[in-house]
């Protein structure tokens, strides 16, 4: 059974950091397309950044580029999304998702056929 568990939310001031996790089970994190997207109230769902392969390969949303990084611990099966230099048009649910495709060059496609529950980040002062 595949299931994504995302966690490490919370409050944070305007420029502050935070690193998120996607923590898998039921497949190889390592070996498939994953992504973080996200979504603010009364807005879609969108794109954060993605793993377009097991390769290591990765690709980000033009405007969360230089500001957030994704990364992975193969060891721990789990997926991190580290963000600097927070605003508050960061708040949002951040999901993490994959449509468990060995490539997938459209990670950042909505149409994911695993997501997690989500974790909440809130940017205010």
């Known amino acids: 059974q595949v299931l994504l568990v995302e966690s490490g939310g919370g409050l944070v001031q305007p420029g502050g950091s935070l690193r998120l996790s996607c923590a898998a089970s039921?497949?190889?994190?390592?070996?498939?397309?994953i992504g973080w997207f996200r979504q603010a109230p009364g807005k879609e769902r969108e794109g954060v950044g993605c793993?377009?392969?097991?390769?290591?390969?990765?690709y980000y949303s033009n405007s969360m580029k230089g500001r957030f990084t994704i990364s992975r611990d193969n060891t721990k099966n789990t997926m991190y999304l580290h963000m600097n230099s927070l605003e508050p048009e960061d708040t949002a649910v951040y999901f993490c998702a994959t449509r468990l495709y060995y490539t997938d060059p459209a990670c950042l496609s909505p149409l994911q056929h695993y997501w997690g529950l989500g974790t909440q980040v809130t940017v205010s002062s």
């Open positions: 039921g497949f190889t994190l390592a070996e498939y397309a």
């Open positions: 793993f377009t392969s097991g390769d290591g390969s990765t």
